[in-house]
């Protein structure tokens, strides 16, 4: 009679792209361990014998990140060094017939929405009740929340709308137990994330509830720092302005993508706004809290991009002199609004603008760091690399922005704990400092 193997499966979860993504992998590993199972995120040693992968589909370099996951998976489990392999996440909603055509075996796709199915072909229930329980997989002090799914916008460039669906927002009540749930196991920050924040609530509540969402967020006991990213510029919010500036635990920290500046790109992009009323709103922030870090991110060589339309963006970078700013090349995808055009800016042009762009952010960088050197920061120690501890003030997200680096073998510091540095030298990006005991 033949009998079972005994052999305990363990999956090994395997997370690209975006924090997005990085929360639903947390979700899916909650339920997973809820149900009893043995999982793992990106395990070192690819122990797992059952892989998940839960993929990119945004832009060409991440959609091929992506494909070769999958394919070094799949060679695996042709070598049977691994059981199954399933893949899900937005690569696998946007491209699934042409998946299932061409990478054949991979166990079977899932999308974005699919998580009860998923579930139920790894042996796991949907637990309902789960509200907020996540295998965090950030440093045990900070942790993604994600506020609403999906996105309402038009934007011409983006294909987000068609992996992720209509923009769903989470009701306050279940995202205040989730942050709850976070602060009891140690997170001191939580950061805020969706497609597009500034929409969050209209659907629910039938009005922007932005900074309703903060304020019963400032009331969780443990969290001490509430960060806002990707936030949209049209139709923003203003009173969320009057929480950052009253509520304490509310970062000065606004991530905005902005993406261009030229009134006829960004009509093209349908971005809803002209060069005259981004710059006003930016103006509108600072006036109203003088000390935020702005964050945004451009992209160039959208198609059509004269070199005056580019010299126009770099004198506006010059100009507003934004904290932190990220620059990306147009990234040409089908389905959306711009692939109707002509991806006609080469790829060489491309490159050179991007780093054009980022060479000005470098010095504006500089200049504002060197105004630091002598003054005192809070900042929250992430993680120790080589002979420094690396921490952040409260204008700073992890992985994207800068540093503050305190030499380790002169202090001690505890991970995951706020302590005053006193700043004493500063870098285009990074600053180095001395804790104040």
Not at 51 to 65: P, R, S, Y
Not at 185 to 202: N, P, R, S, V
Request: charged share 30%.
């Amino acid at each position: 009679m033949r009998t079972k193997s005994v052999k305990k499966n363990k999956i090994n979860v395997v997370t690209l792209g975006c924090s997005k993504n990085i929360y639903d992998s947390e979700v899916l590993m909650g339920q997973l361990k809820a149900n009893g199972k043995d999982v793992v995120h990106e395990d070192e040693n690819d122990e797992g014998n059952i892989v998940v992968i839960n993929t990119c589909g945004f832009i060409g370099k991440a959609k091929e990140e992506s494909v070769d996951t999958i394919l070094h998976y799949v060679e695996k489990k042709v070598a049977g060094d691994v059981d199954k392999v399933f893949v899900t996440g937005c690569l696998s909603e946007r491209y699934k017939p042409d998946l299932e055509k061409e990478i054949t075996d991979v166990d079977q796709y899932f999308g974005t929405h699919d998580l009860p199915n998923l579930l139920k072909v790894l042996e796991a229930d949907y637990k309902h009740e789960l509200i907020g329980e996540r295998l965090t997989t950030t440093p045990k002090h900070y942790a993604y929340l994600k506020i609403a799914e999906g996105c309402d916008r038009p934007c011409s460039f983006c294909a987000i709308p068609l992996m992720r669906g209509k923009h769903k927002s989470t009701p306050i009540e279940e995202l205040v137990i989730e942050a709850e749930k976070l602060a009891e196991k140690g997170i001191k920050e939580i950061m805020l994330i969706a497609q597009d924040l500034t929409y969050y609530g209209l659907d629910i509540y039938k009005k922007r509830a932005l900074a309703s969402l903060l304020e019963a967020l400032a009331k969780v006991d443990g969290i001490e720092w509430i960060r806002m990213h990707y936030a949209f510029p049209t139709g923003f919010p203003m009173d969320v302005l009057e929480v950052m500036k009253n509520e304490p635990k509310v970062c000065n920290y606004l991530d905005i993508p902005l993406q261009h500046i030229n009134t006829e790109i960004l009509k093209s992009m349908k971005r809803g706004t002209t060069h005259e009323k981004t710059t006003a709103l930016i103006h509108k922030f600072r006036e109203a809290v003088p000390n935020m870090g702005i964050r945004t991110t451009l992209i160039v060589g959208y198609p059509g991009e004269t070199e005056e339309q580019f010299q126009e963006l770099k004198d506006w970078v010059e100009e507003m002199r934004f904290e932190r700013l990220g620059a990306f090349e147009y990234s040409h995808e089908e389905n959306t609004g711009a692939f109707v055009l002509e991806d006609n800016v080469p790829a060489e042009v491309k490159f050179r603008r991007v780093n054009e762009i980022m060479e000005i952010q470098s010095q504006i960088s500089w200049e504002i760091n060197q105004e630091k050197i002598g003054k005192t920061f809070t900042c929250l120690f992430d993680r120790k690399e080589g002979n420094y501890f690396y921490g952040r003030t409260e204008f700073d997200s992890p992985d994207v922005d800068n540093d503050v680096l305190v030499d380790a073998r002169e202090h001690y510091i505890k991970i995951g704990e706020f302590v005053s540095v006193k700043i004493y030298e500063a870098g285009d990006f990074d600053l180095y400092g001395t804790p104040l005991k």
